[in-house]
């Protein structure tokens, strides 16, 4: 992954080891102290001599990461777009399984004309599932079976929910017959999870 370190951070005269993430629109650190720094509120970032150096509000925070810096310094600076992380390539075959918003389905359209509304495609490269409730998942069965070779299948669901948790999304994928590969924020109120065939299944 690249994206999780464990170092050591100076921020606002205080220093600590501890953990460091690096998410898709924000920079956490968990030890003696906790950060979060959206990617948003960064006035600079700069990578010097092993040193990841974040210019905020708040102060300056510098994150002793040796030579991951200038990679996470790159990522902070051009974050990749939500379609760049979902994998779908321009001219990709495409199958949209229940209501996206119209944003996504904008971002999916601009970048290929193969799109399935309602149902599987018979030669799809990756299937999105939105799924709100435990009952939306009723579908992966079918939806297992449908898939071939190196099919890429998207479960997205709402974060922080009772009704729908992700350990509901992985059990249900799993018993599918599919392996959970990758996890991408896809909104602000919603996950997606990566699942494919296994290897030895293909």
């Known amino acids: ?10 921020f606002d005269g205080k220093q600590s080891e501890g953990k460091a993430l690096l998410e898709t629109s924000e920079i956490l650190f968990r030890g003696d102290f906790r950060l979060k720094i959206p990617f948003s509120t960064i006035k600079s970032a700069k990578a ?3 040193e990841l150096r974040l210019q ?6 510098v994150f002793h990461l040796g030579s991951a810096a200038e990679k ?3 990522k902070i600076l051009h974050p990749k777009s939500r379609i760049e992380k979902l994998g779908v390539k321009p001219g990709a ?9 119209p944003e996504f389905l904008r971002e999916v359209t601009g970048l290929t004309e193969s799109v399935s509304k309602g ?6 490269e990756s299937v999105f599932l939105a799924a709100d409730s435990k009952q939306g998942l009723g579908a992966l069965a079918k939806i297992s079976k449908a898939m071939k070779g190196a099919d890429a299948l998207w479960i997205v669901y709402p974060k922080g929910q009772k009704h729908i948790t992700e350990n509901d999304v992985l059990a249900a994928g799993r018993k599918a017959g599919l392996k959970d590969v990758k996890v991408v924020g896809f909104s602000a109120t919603h996950t997606a ?4 065939i296994p290897l030895s299944n293909r």
Not at 1 to 10: D, S
Not at 56 to 61: F, I, R, Y
Not at 193 to 196: P, S, T
């Open 119 to 124: 149902k599987i495609a018979a030669d799809s």
């Open 48 to 50: 010097v001599d092993g």
């Open 1 to 10: 992954m690249g994206n999780e370190a464990t170092c050591k951070v100076h």
């Open 56 to 61: 905020t509000a708040e102060g300056l925070a």
């Open 93 to 101: 075959r495409v199958s949209l399984l229940g209501e996206f918003e």
């Open 193 to 196: 999870l990566k699942f494919v």
């Open 72 to 74: 996470w310094c790159d």
